[in-house]
């Protein structure tokens, strides 16, 4: 079992930047895969990023690609995601998600991931 819990979300302009921490609870947090995934208003939940278990492998949607930055310390059991250059687009819940490490292939599917955190609003003004 692994229990998720995001922090770090708020209102920012747009060119501004917020990090996004999400600290897990459970002793197998090493050997999953961890994933940021957002849910705009009237819209449906999308992939953001993930990075495999070990650290070693990272993957990001196009939309962020450059500008967000996926990290993990398994030594706090917490994944970030560093996010530079907000777009008004970006607005959304973010939330954080775990998954088995034999999911990496279907990284970006909302159905690689067993357990998700609550939740973060984070909203760029324009």
């Known amino acids: 079992q692994v229990q998720l819990v995001e922090s770090g979300g708020g209102l920012v302009q747009a060119g501004g930047s917020l990090r996004l921490s999400c600290a897990a609870s459970g002793r197998t947090f090493t050997t999953h895969n961890m994933g940021w995934f957002r849910q705009a208003p009237g819209k449906e939940r999308e992939f953001v990023a993930a990075i495999n278990w070990s650290g070693s492998s990272t993957y990001y949607a196009d939309s962020v690609k450059g500008r967000f930055t996926i990290s993990r310390d398994n030594a706090k059991n917490t994944v970030y995601l560093q996010m530079n250059s907000l777009k008004p687009e970006d607005t959304a819940v973010y939330y954080c998600?775990?998954?088995?490490?034999?999911?990496?292939?279907?990284?970006?599917?909302?159905?690689?991931?067993?357990?998700w955190g609550q939740g973060t609003q984070v909203t760029v003004s324009s």
């Open positions: 998600a775990a998954g088995k490490g034999s999911s990496w292939y279907v990284r970006t599917r909302l159905y690689a991931y067993d357990y």
